[in-house]
C-alpha cells in the first residue's frame, strides 16, 4: 500500500462484470508491485456489475474500491451512464502515488512492466525532463503477435500506462463530458503535449490485452465511437498534424515473453485455444497467398 504519496504508484482501473478477468488482472498486478522498491495502491472504479465483481472487491482488503452504479434504474428513474472518463477521474482524484498506473480490466501485466516504467519516468524527472506519460507497449491478444504503442496526430498517447499525478492536475484531469468511451485517453495526452509536456514509450513494459472479453459490452461502447471521433478530431486537426500515413500511427515492438503471461487467458476463456489456432491458420493461408 502507499506510504509516501510523494513515490508511490497508484494502479487505478475501471471494471463492469468481468468477475474472472479482473480476478487475473489484480493478481498479475500483485505479483509485479509485492517486491517492488516504492509502495503503491491498487483502486477499482466498479459500474455496479451484477456478476459477483462488486462483492469480490469488497473482500479484497488492498483495494480501495469505488462503487459508481452506472446502470439499470433505480427508484423508478433510469440512472444516467457517465463516461469513461467520469470513472477513471474518481480514481485518478482519489489517488495518493506521485505517478497513476492506468489499466484496464481485462489485461495481464507482464512481468517488469510496471517496475521498469517507474524506473524510467524517475530518470526522465531526476534529469529535468517534463515527461507528463509513459505508454507501455500492449498486444490484443491473440489477434496480435507484435506489442504497440499509438500514435494520434502524430503524438504519442496512452492506451496502458503511466502519468505523473501533476502533469493530470495542470492539465485538469479527463475531459469527462466531451467523450462518453473513446479518445478520452488521446485527448488527456495531447493536452499534456499542448502544456510542454512530453508522452513518451517504456521500451521494456508490456501489456496484455485480451481482445475478446464481453463482446457485448464493447459492441455497445463502438456505438458511440463516431461521435467520439468527431469531437476528438474537431479539438485537435488545427493544433496538431493530420497529415500522417496509417503505418505511421504506432510504434511496434517484437517481445518475447518466456514468462508465457498470455496464457493465464486460458484459465477464463476455454475458446481462446481454438481462437489462437484458427487465427494461425488464417494468418498463414493469407501470407501464402500474397507471397505467391
Known sequence: MVQDGNNGVSVVLGSYNRLDFIKLTID???????????????????????????????????????????????????????????????????????????????????????NNGYALFEEKLNNNEKVGAIAFYFR???????????????????????????????VGYIDEDSYFFYHADGDLCLKMWNAGYRCIDSPHSFIEHHAHANISIRNTNLDKQKKDWETYNNKWNKIFSTDIPEDKQYISLYYNDTTNTADRFLAVDSNLKKFSKLLYAVKNHYMRRKSS
Open 28 to 114: 498479475s498486478i500483485r505479483s509485479e508491485l509485492n517486491d517492488s522498491v516504492f509502495s503503491y495502491e491498487i483502486i477499482v472504479i466498479d459500474g455496479g456489475s451484477t456478476d459477483g465483481t462488486m462483492e469480490w472487491l469488497i473482500g479484497q482488503k488492498d483495494i480501495l474500491t469505488i462503487i459508481q452504479h452506472n446502470q439499470k434504474s433505480w427508484n423508478g428513474q433510469p440512472i444516467k451512464r457517465q463516461s469513461w472518463g467520469y470513472f477513471m477521474n474518481l480514481g485518478f482524484k482519489c489517488a495518493k502515488g506521485k505517478y497513476i498506473c492506468m489499466l484496464s480490466d481485462d489485461c495481464l501485466v507482464v512481468p517488469g512492466a510496471i
Open 140 to 170: 490484443n491478444y491473440p489477434v496480435d503477435d507484435f506489442y504497440y504503442v499509438g500514435l494520434s496526430f502524430g503524438k504519442l498517447f496512452v492506451n496502458h500506462g503511466m502519468y505523473h499525478k501533476k502533469a493530470i492536475e495542470d
